[in-house]
């Protein structure tokens, strides 16, 4: 069979929860948060595929996004947090000769962050990593 190498590029869209966040610092300080959030980075692609046969494709692709970032500003204080993932994707193929395909798979993504909080002079900084689980429907 054939197979191909491929790249894919485009903006993915992320919500940090910037506003609830605002809001617990708020609601744990006592004190008037204003807060700046991005929507959104780069994300990219590569991939290889195999052609099984005719009909059958075997697909697996790694990703990687750019940062998404989040400030907070309250008195004496402020927060930044940034968040970028990445991970793989395996897929097959099934295409018919009228040239009509249907794709299912799965993937693994892994959403790292750092976060720094400064109180008047001082900074602390914390980096972290979690699996976000998908959202239920």
């Known amino acids: 069979g ?9 903006y993915g869209f992320y919500d940090t929860g910037a506003q609830a966040t605002a809001q617990n610092i708020a609601n744990t300080s006592g004190s008037t948060v204003t807060y700046t959030s991005d929507y959104g980075t780069w994300v990219g692609r590569i991939y290889a595929d ?14 990687i996004s750019g940062e998404v970032n989040a400030t907070y500003t309250l008195s004496g204080a402020s927060a930044e947090e940034a968040y970028s993932a990445n991970g793989l994707d395996f897929a097959g193929v099934y295409k018919d000769d009228s040239g009509l395909f249907f794709k299912g798979g799965i993937h693994q993504s892994t959403v790292e962050g750092n976060a720094s909080v400064t109180i008047g002079d001082g900074n602390i900084n914390q980096d972290f990593t979690f699996i976000k689980p998908a959202k239920k429907k």
């Open 2 to 10: 054939e197979s191909h190498i491929g790249i894919d590029g485009g």
């Open 50 to 63: 195999y052609s099984i046969n005719d009909n059958l494709i075997a697909e697996i692709g790694y990703f």
